[in-house]
């Protein structure tokens, strides 16, 4: 798994584009927040698929390190396939944002994701401040 988390003041994004055939997405077509968030970009990869529940023990682990050292508890997930070659299947990527968004909800993160299986239109903003940008493979 390579996980990108990302402080962000902002975040827009819109639906423009499915790209899976099944429909995934239980999420808002388009989103606009202001304050901030942290966006975690998430690429669960094919080896990934034989110890799933320990790579999402781990993705919330660091989320909340991140969010510890940022002050902030709000975090939109985001499957971005675009961080490595290795890919798992849809079902199971869904799967991790799914449960990582469970168990940070349980902890008292306020947790959203982008919709699932579509490209987005998208709009960010961040500060240039120390810590507000780390990537992790696990």
């Given at each position: 798994?390579?996980?990108?988390?990302?402080?962000?003041?902002?975040?827009?994004?819109?639906?423009?584009?499915?790209?899976?055939?099944?429909?995934?997405?239980?999420?808002?077509?388009?989103?606009?927040?202001?304050?901030?968030?942290?966006?975690?970009?998430?690429?669960?990869?094919?080896?990934?698929?034989?110890?799933?529940?320990?790579?999402?023990?781990?993705?919330?682990?660091?989320?909340?390190?991140?969010?510890?050292?940022?002050?902030?508890n709000n975090v939109l997930l985001h499957s971005f396939a675009h961080l490595s070659s290795s890919k798992s299947e849809p079902d199971t990527a869904k799967y991790v944002l799914d449960k990582a968004e469970e168990r940070l909800k349980n902890v008292d993160y306020q947790v959203s994701q982008t919709p699932f299986g579509y490209l987005l239109d998208i709009e960010l903003s961040s500060k240039g401040e120390a810590l507000t940008r780390f990537f992790k493979e696990f």
């Open positions: 798994m390579r996980v990108l988390l990302w402080k962000m003041q902002k975040v827009k994004y819109k639906k423009a584009k499915k790209t899976l055939e099944k429909d995934y997405s239980n999420s808002d077509d388009s989103m606009e927040i202001d304050g901030d968030i942290i966006m975690v970009f998430i690429n669960v990869e094919k080896e990934d698929e034989e110890t799933v529940d320990s790579k999402i023990t781990k993705l919330v682990k660091n989320i909340k390190w991140f969010g510890n050292k940022n002050g902030c």
